[in-house]
């Protein structure tokens, strides 16, 4: 990208839109550098309005589902948090950082695995101070059976015997057939209505850039917990009603930017 391009892309600080801005010149760099797939930007712009209706802050709804997928990663044997081009373009330091605190590996997983985008993600999340990934040698992958999406193609050491595996961002597909091998998903999507949030054991309806640092921060909390007391923090959430609650929150919006709206037009 040449100084000129660079200069474009600057955002003032004062901008409303400041940090929305930002989030999407990684995505389109992202893609530039193979990182991210077209397809993600589509992905990302669908995600940008969903945001914008919830406010872009992390609500007390997301808050109570990121506590009990904490919990759940605490609790897991073998967890493994995926990877996608979208996430290692945004928050390639989260990742990391949430990886070590739960320990919890990262495994690379695409559903348009182009030529080199392995390797090159691989590259940054290394980088960023990741070691041990996982998904990176294709000669030793297995499939997820009753799926037939790239998505199916995992490490032997990681998704395939994971107890518990948080997706970022819409994955449907894989995470039903997840969930037919009796694991446990915990999603990130702020999409309240995808197959991914609706098939998920937790849905965290928030920004991925947003919840990751939120992750990290109630791990310090709650480790200091006993197993009994992260068990009975998943035992009080109940996905279907998060799912609700962040659907009535949506329609409150509305109704509210409704009533803003017709008071500006003055009808």
């Known amino acids: 990208m040449n100084s000129n391009e660079n200069q474009d892309h600057k955002v003032p600080k004062d901008h409303p839109r400041y940090q929305s801005l930002n989030y999407r010149r990684k995505i389109i760099e992202g893609m530039r550098n193979l990182i ?3 397809a993600g930007l589509i992905a990302h712009g669908r995600g940008e309005c969903f945001d914008y209706i919830l406010g872009e802050k992390t609500n007390s709804i997301a808050k109570k589902a990121i506590k009990a997928a904490v919990a759940l990663l605490l609790l897991a044997k ?5 990877v996608n081009g979208n996430t290692a373009a945004l928050c390639p330091k989260y990742l990391i950082e949430l990886s070590n605190a739960v320990n919890a590996p990262l495994e690379i997983n695409l559903f348009y695995r182009k030529e080199g985008r392995i390797g090159i993600i691989k590259k940054v999340l290394e980088n960023a101070g990741a070691s041990n990934l996982l998904g990176i040698d ?3 992958m297995v ?3 009753d799926l ?6 995992v490490d032997p050491n990681g998704i395939y015997l994971a107890d518990v595996v948080l997706v970022p961002l819409e994955d449907g597909d894989r995470s039903e057939a997840l969930k037919k091998l009796n694991k446990q998903v915990i999603a990130v ?3 309240p209505l995808s197959r991914t949030s609706l098939c998920a054991d ?3 309806v928030d920004n991925i850039v947003r919840t990751l640092p939120e992750m990290i921060k109630i791990v310090g909390e709650l480790k200091k917990f006993s197993e009994n007391e992260l068990k009975k923090i998943i035992e009080n959430f109940d996905n279907k009603k998060n799912i609700q609650n962040t659907l009535d929150l949506i329609i409150n919006y509305i109704e509210k930017q409704k009533e803003d709206a017709f008071e500006i037009l003055g009808t």
């Open 36 to 38: 991210t797939a077209e």
């Open 202 to 204: 937790i849905t965290i």
């Open 189 to 191: 999507d702020l999409n």
């Open 143 to 145: 499939e997820i059976k």
């Open 138 to 140: 294709e000669e030793k």
């Open 148 to 153: 037939s999406s790239n998505r199916r193609i």
């Open 78 to 82: 073998k967890p493994v948090i995926s």
